[in-house]
């Protein structure tokens, strides 16, 4: 018998890879953080000694959700201005209270509570884009969930950095300071085609290579910004990217609602990655994204809630769903992007555009032992024919039970175990009471 | 000091009546089933002697939500096939397992389920399109919920009536058989223009002007429909429905993706309620309703989940937040469908629809005490900038805390108090097995 750390027994397994499966009455064997084993729970029994035996009944077990695309410490302007244009949403709310808020607290604090709410609905690892990505690379460790920190980059001087080179020595110090933490990685954010200018975008290019990370970007989010950049600078963004040589497998492209045909052959056969963010596309107006095109073109397209001032919430599982069923819409076609692809895109896929599919987005042995369990039982998820389908289109973040991230228990029967829930409100109301006065104030000028 | 039955008070109240009202810190007055006040909190307890007081905290309570449009039997069918083409999915699934399975039996489990769903999540009157009316009736009105239940009429001959008079026979009687039950009202339920000839629908719509009952009517789902009744008969449904005079206030058409401005233009001025079902619309790929051009052109739109066979849930919380998503994205501007139209559309709006707006849809005194309380604190909903979008874009059905029909205290902190959710569980896990045994078997065919 060989010991290991964990033995979870639960009803069904979806371990992603191979696809479309199943496993009904198996077990996952962890040791040192690490699938050891996926096996028939019997033989499990026999073969192995778990200090801890884990069976969680009526439950589907699955690869931690990765959300490909947030601004965590957003989730400090959650709702604070609802149902505007694009444009008056960002100037007259959330650019004002960006200016007048962000800070190294802010961050700690925003952070904080995104992790709460992303763990408590199943996430495990998260890509974000924000000023003080020390700050959130330390405050999500320290939580145990795992993240890729951007280092952001933007033409504009912030709280957090000057110009473009305090910007970029900024962010290399970061990716120094945490290339020994195993549940964090950085990729470059430079923000915006339309926000950061040829010069820092060429260098980036440089380090991303010489550092092998990513390069994670807002790119063709609306009409407008392709339009603007056409009429003052006679090219649209894609192109100018292309030209500046970033169209590679190390993109991360944010969004990608305005694509023709061409472009999306262009970065088909570039290797680039899509993140699809359908709610906050809806949301903000931006468009549609063509997700069942760039996937038949052979492009990896993960999943990511945006910030929670612009979704308004940081969950997978109505993520996922939201895209299998807009997916349909925009393709007229009720196959499109069906279940199991889904869910795919949102593990998977997740872990593949991050560059971090060697260690998790499927529950295969040696992989992270990053998992969710979900409750299959009850009104909401019964009658119950097929378990996968059912996570797609029956289930709420509200029926996550437990979540482990490098086999550490986070979420335990939905209570949270190296957070404190009320601690994090009470940091919350203290800064919704003041940023909540400074908005009304401004609306009142 | 007035007695009365019950205080309800909470930290906030949505009463829907006067548009875009937040109330802080009051209370509402309940007798007879009725509400008597609304009022703030601390002048209720200096006015009022009530049996029961229910300090609610910090929830909001508004109306409770209308489901203007479902099929509350096909609960049973609950992701039985997903992710199939509109006509596979009839004829290979939805279809045979009705033919083999649809019974008195079945139509009373299956809405048992359904309400236990509804209720759940705040959803306080159905309106329902379903063989066997009677026994939804009686099963929703034993479970105490309120419903119209759809007096079905279609060509073919199924187990509940063998031709068209037969469905008009049974349907009246069933009409004559709820008629002094306050928790229940009628509409005839003409399955869909291809499915109804002339004949019954002109019996239909002189029977509906002397009984004073809504026609509820799937009008224009998808664009093969409409091109296929071009082909056939030379004229669009909608134009057939004008000719045979059923275009009124009246008429209950649900679905309506495929409008163009002339139509648009027709339904609003011959006073005809449309039904936006965003959810199935997407996953069955049957098009987008333009809810707010129907809108600025004075057209009441309510909102329904479909059947869950279709959805697959029947979560009105996420239906309207669907619907708030969706909107902006079909006409292009972030500020469609503000969130206090779509909670509107939840609830006044779908009283409407049913011609029930003198009883429910809104917190008024006189009305029925149709109430939901929706937790606002914890990591989910919080930080909290305004109640009202909170509710709509951040908000999970799981956090629907109590429940009241009439009255009645049917949802008590999240526990169900006329309906065993067990016993529900137990019969829908007999259903299940037999049903997926024999779609299974017929796949293999």
């Not at 991360?252 to 359908?278: F, K, N, S």
């Amino acid at each position: 018998m060989q010991p290991i750390d964990t033995l979870l027994c639960a009803r069904w397994i979806v371990p992603i890879e191979p696809r479309d499966t199943v496993l009904e009455n198996h077990a996952v064997a962890i040791a040192d953080g690490r699938i050891v084993a996926l096996l028939p729970r019997a033989e499990a029994e026999t073969r192995y000694q778990p200090h801890t035996t884990i069976d969680l009944g009526q439950h589907a077990l699955l690869p931690g959700l990765v959300n490909a695309h947030t601004h965590a410490a957003l989730t400090l302007l959650r709702g604070l201005a609802d149902d505007l244009p694009l444009m008056r949403w960002l100037q007259e709310h959330i650019w004002p209270a960006e200016q007048r808020w962000v800070s190294e607290e802010f961050v700690r604090d925003g952070t904080r509570h995104a992790v709460a709410e992303m763990l408590r609905s199943g996430t495990t690892c998260f890509n974000d884009m924000y000023f003080f990505p020390d700050i959130t690379a330390r405050t999500a460790s320290a939580a145990g969930i795992r993240s890729v920190v951007g280092l952001i980059a933007i033409d504009f001087p912030t709280v957090w950095a000057a110009d473009a080179d305090e910007y970029l020595d900024k962010g290399l110090a970061v990716h120094d300071e945490f290339r020994h933490d195993t549940l964090v990685r950085t990729a470059f954010a430079p923000h915006a085609p339309y926000t950061v200018s040829d010069g820092p975008l060429e260098r980036i290019r440089v380090l991303a290579d010489e550092l092998d990370i990513p390069i994670h970007m807002h790119v063709h989010e609306t009409a407008h910004e392709v339009a603007e950049a056409v009429e003052k600078h006679g090219e649209r963004p894609l192109a100018r990217l292309a030209r500046l040589g970033l169209l590679s497998p190390s993109l991360l492209a944010v969004h990608m609602t305005q694509l023709d045909d061409d472009e999306i052959d262009q970065v088909a056969d570039a290797g680039v990655r899509v993140v699809h963010c359908p709610e906050s596309n809806l949301k903000l107006a931006s468009g549609f994204c063509p997700v069942s095109r760039l996937q038949a073109a052979g492009v990896t397209v993960a999943l990511g809630t945006d910030g929670a001032a612009s979704n308004n919430d940081l969950d997978m599982f109505g993520e996922l769903r939201s895209a299998a069923l807009l997916a349909k819409a925009v393709s007229a076609d009720a196959s499109a992007l069906p279940a199991v692809r889904a869910l795919e895109m949102a593990t998977l896929d997740g872990a593949r555009a991050l560059g971090w599919d060697d260690d998790i987005g499927s529950l295969r042995p040696g992989k992270a032992a990053d998992l969710v369990a979900v409750r299959l039982d009850g009104i909401e998820t019964e009658p119950l024919y097929h378990p996968l389908s059912q996570i797609v289109y029956a289930l709420d973040r509200g029926r996550v039970s437990d979540v482990w991230v490098a086999g550490q228990h986070q979420l335990r029967d939905r209570r949270l175990t190296t957070l404190d829930e009320e601690e994090i409100l009470a940091s919350t109301r203290r800064w919704s009471e003041r940023i909540g006065a400074s908005d009304a104030a401004a609306g009142v000028e």
